[in-house]
Every structure is written in structure tokens, then in C-alpha cells.
T-cell receptor, first 115, second 113 residues
Framework: DSGVTQTPKHLITATGQRVTLRCSPRSGDLSVYWYQQSLDQGLQFLIQYYNGEERAKGNILERFSAQQFPDLHSELNLSSLELGDSALYFC??????????????FGPGTRLTVL | AQSVTQLGSHVSVSEGALVLLRCNYSSSVPPYLFWYVQYPNQGLQLLLKYTSAATLVKGINGFEAEFKKSETSFHLTKPSAHMSDAAEYFCAVSEGDTDKLIFGTGTRLQVFP
């Protein structure tokens, strides 16, 4: 158990819908990362937050957005869902978000299926 | 941009045999390099990481990796495979100023009795 929690574990929805994925980082971690794992794209970095502020952006679609709240939990919002958005979405957290000193701990993921 | 290439999407070994999973990186600056393992239906777990302190890095579960700048490689090894090592292994590099992880395509390790 990494200490990072993600809910829900599974999500099945239809095209065009909107969903929210939730992540609670490890206690004391200020930085949260979101990654997408799909068969065709592999593991891709989406976005990073540090202490409530966006720090880095990766291959995140405009239909997707995220935020980190004052209690440090984070939500990833996916809207106008398409079949290709079906994937495993991971959240990771680290203390300060510095690879030289920190480790990113991954949650168990949310499996999204778009029908 | 930094990247990593994992050679071999599938590797099969017998229990007790040497495990060698290959990773080559591309980076214009000294990189931070990582190996993660993903067991079926689980998240990723850090095996080990290189942050320039020592070229031979020892990780969990008996794994180690050696950073070779001349070969731009960071191959993962384990002297003797166990059945429990069967999983998918990902090499990753960190982009220093943003600290996001750039992952390779993964190598699925099968261990036969």
C-alpha cells in the first residue's frame, strides 16, 4: 500500500459524459501528478500540482482539467468523453515534487471505460 | 526532450536464471533515471532510482541497475529470478525542471518454473 488513494476504482460511462476522478496523496506530500495508461499511448504524464498550484502540464487534452484543493487532494475532470479516453488513470504524490530527492508514490489507479 | 527506450517488450526467463531488462536513455543533461514495477491490476512501485550519487544502484527485491554514461544505458538486473518477479517493468526518466516522469513502453517479464 503506497498510501495514495484513488476513487473510484472502476468507472463505466458513455461517450459525451463527464466524470471526476479523485486522488488523496500520502500524508505530508505536497505534490500530485496525474498519469494516463492506455494500450496505444502507454504511460503518459498529464499534469502536476504542487501545494495547490499547477506546476507542469503534459499531454493533457483541453477536455480534461484538474485541480488540487487546500487539503491537498486532487481531482481530474474528464468531459465530452470519447471511446479513446478509456484507460487507467494513475495519481502519484511526492513530498516536494523534486526527482533528485523525492520518490513518486503511485495510487492503485482508476480504470475508466467509455462505451 | 528526454526519452527512454526499452528494448524487448517481452522477456522470458526460467526461475533461478539471470534477469536483464534493457533501458537506454536520451538526455542532453545528467538525467534522473527510475525503474518501476507494475504487478497485475496494481499501481506502479518504485524499484530503484539513479540520481548521480552512485552508478550502481541497488533496489528492492534483489534488483539493481548500473548507470553507464558511455552507453546511455540503465539496465535492470537480478541474479536469480523468482516466480513472484513476473510483472511489467517500466524505465523512466525525469525532466529536471518539471520532475514529471517520462516512461518507456514497458517490458513484460515472464518467469517459468
Amino acid at each position: 500500500d503506497s498510501g495514495v488513494t484513488q476513487t473510484p476504482k472502476h468507472l463505466i460511462t458513455a461517450t459525451g459524459q463527464r466524470v471526476t476522478l479523485r486522488c488523496s496523496p500520502r500524508s505530508g506530500d505536497l505534490s500530485v501528478y496525474w498519469y494516463q495508461q492506455s494500450l496505444d499511448q502507454g504511460l503518459q504524464f498529464l499534469i502536476q500540482y504542487y501545494n495547490g498550484e499547477e506546476r507542469a502540464k503534459g499531454n493533457i487534452l483541453e477536455r480534461f482539467s484538474a485541480q488540487q484543493f487546500p487539503d491537498l487532494h486532487s481531482e481530474l475532470n474528464l468531459s465530452s468523453l470519447e471511446l479513446g479516453d478509456s484507460a487507467l488513470y494513475f495519481c502519484a504524490s511526492s513530498v516536494r515534487g523534486r526527482a533528485s530527492t523525492d520518490t513518486q508514490y503511485f495510487g492503485p489507479g482508476t480504470r475508466l471505460t467509455v462505451l | 526532450a528526454q526519452s527512454v527506450t526499452q528494448l524487448g517488450s517481452h522477456v522470458s526467463v526460467s526461475e533461478g536464471a539471470l534477469v536483464l531488462l534493457r533501458c537506454n536513455y536520451s538526455s542532453s543533461v545528467p538525467p534522473y533515471l527510475f525503474w518501476y514495477v507494475q504487478y497485475p491490476n496494481q499501481g506502479l512501485q518504485l524499484l530503484l532510482k539513479y540520481t548521480s550519487a552512485a552508478t550502481l544502484v541497488k533496489g528492492i527485491n534483489g534488483f539493481e541497475a548500473e548507470f553507464k554514461k558511455s552507453e546511455t544505458s540503465f539496465h535492470l538486473t537480478k541474479p536469480s529470478a523468482h516466480m513472484s518477479d513476473a510483472a511489467e517493468y517500466f524505465c523512466a526518466v525525469s525532466e529536471g525542471d518539471t520532475d514529471k516522469l517520462i516512461f518507456g513502453t514497458g517490458t513484460r517479464l515472464q518467469v517459468f518454473p
